[in-house]
């Protein structure tokens, strides 16, 4: 089957650095998406990664380990605003995207 | 730009009650999604358009039905609501369907079917 793994939920401090992880097994692998979800919104993107490494997108990093069905999202320099919860997605051999249930990131000041 | 708009926000429907969610992008975007989204759970695939005049069915189609017309439309309806299709729907689109494509999504609608 299918399964894409995160975890439920993380917190962090301001201006402090967080790593969120993700695991995958899929049929297939055409690159790993990860979006960003507020409380009672939409999913907006944020990054896609389909080769090995690193992404820097400002604040926003992600990083992609094909041998190993991994991928992890580094926000650095966080900000209140980035109290959101966090989706990993890994587009499949048809194309389809297989959804992770979510890290609730959680910022304190 | 409006992107993509769904209707209606929420809704109360009685069960075995018939309702059809609508969703409109001005993108031009031939690929067009419909997802779920449950607590605990990921986003789940319910059906998807390809192109305009295609439909296929994703991992969870029993109970709805979706039509493509047009590039712009994607409606989802649902024959005889259940209390299990309570959930927020949310419409996707993408500019085509292929490695690399990002979706992206209208702000869903929330269904409490009673």
């Known amino acids: 089957g299918q399964n894409i793994d995160q975890p439920t939920e993380m917190t962090a401090t301001e201006g402090a650095i967080v790593q969120i992880n993700c695991t995958y097994q899929t049929s297939g692998f055409n690159g790993l998406f990860w979006y960003q979800q507020h409380a009672g919104e939409a999913p907006t993107f944020l990054s896609y990664n389909v080769l090995d490494g690193l992404e820097e997108k400002g604040r926003f990093s992600s990083f992609l380990s094909r041998s190993k069905g991994y991928s992890y999202l580094l926000l650095k320099e966080l900000q209140m605003k980035d109290s959101a919860s966090y989706l990993c997605?890994?587009?499949?051999?048809?194309?389809?995207?297989?959804w992770g249930a979510g890290t609730k990131l959680i910022i304190k000041p | 730009t409006a992107g993509i708009t769904q209707a209606p926000t929420s809704q109360i429907l009685a069960a075995g009650r018939s309702m059809t969610l609508r969703c409109t992008q001005d993108?031009?975007?031939?690929?067009m999604y419909w997802y779920r989204q449950d607590l605990g759970l990921g986003l789940r695939l319910i059906h998807y358009s390809n192109t305009a005049g295609t439909t296929g069915k994703g991992e969870v189609p029993d109970g709805y039905s979706v039509s493509r017309a047009n590039t712009d439309d994607f409606p989802l309806t649902l024959a005889s609501a259940v209390p299990s299709q309570t959930s927020v729907y949310f419409c996707?689109?993408?500019?085509?369907?292929?490695?690399?494509?990002?979706?992206?999504f209208g702000p869903g609608t929330r269904l409490t079917v009673l």
């Open positions: 997605a890994v587009s499949d051999s048809n194309y389809q995207l297989i």
């Open positions: 993108m031009r975007h031939n690929a």
């Open positions: 996707a689109s993408s500019e085509m369907t292929g490695a690399g494509d990002t979706q992206y």
